[in-house]
């Protein structure tokens, strides 16, 4: 069982930068393959980035490559979202999932468990 806790969230200008951070519980934190999804109201939750285990391979969806960036810290059971170049459009709730597997990162259902989410808000 893991939980997942995520911070970070705010209200950010358009152009500006915000780090998102999830942090996990258990030791066994590094077999999992992490990743961070949004959802804006009325939509469906996207998939942005994912961080395969052991590998350490990323992966991105268009919207957010070169803005975004994922990485982890085993050492303290944490993956972050980097984001910079923020827009109006990436307003969300922003959610945090970790995966046992490293199969189909870009689908909600490959992911066992979820984190509350965090509300970021990009103003024009």
């Known amino acids: 069982q893991v939980q997942l806790v995520e911070s970070g969230g705010g209200l950010v200008q358009a152009g500006g930068s915000l780090s998102l951070s999830c942090a996990a519980s258990?030791?066994?934190?590094?077999?999992?393959?992490m990743a961070w999804f949004r959802q804006a109201p009325g939509k469906e939750r996207d998939f942005l980035a994912a961080l395969i285990r052991n590998s350490g391979k990323t992966y991105y969806a268009n919207s957010v490559r070169g803005r975004f960036a994922i990485s982890r810290d085993n050492a303290k059971n944490t993956v972050y979202l980097q984001m910079t170049s923020l827009k109006p459009e990436d307003t969300a709730v922003y959610y945090c999932?970790?995966?046992?597997?490293?199969?189909?990162?870009?689908?909600?259902?490959?992911?066992?468990?979820w984190g509350q989410g965090t509300q970021v808000t990009v103003s024009s």
């Open positions: 258990g030791s066994t934190f590094s077999t999992y393959a």
């Open positions: 999932a970790a995966s046992r597997n490293n199969r189909n990162v870009y689908l909600r259902g490959s992911y066992d468990y």
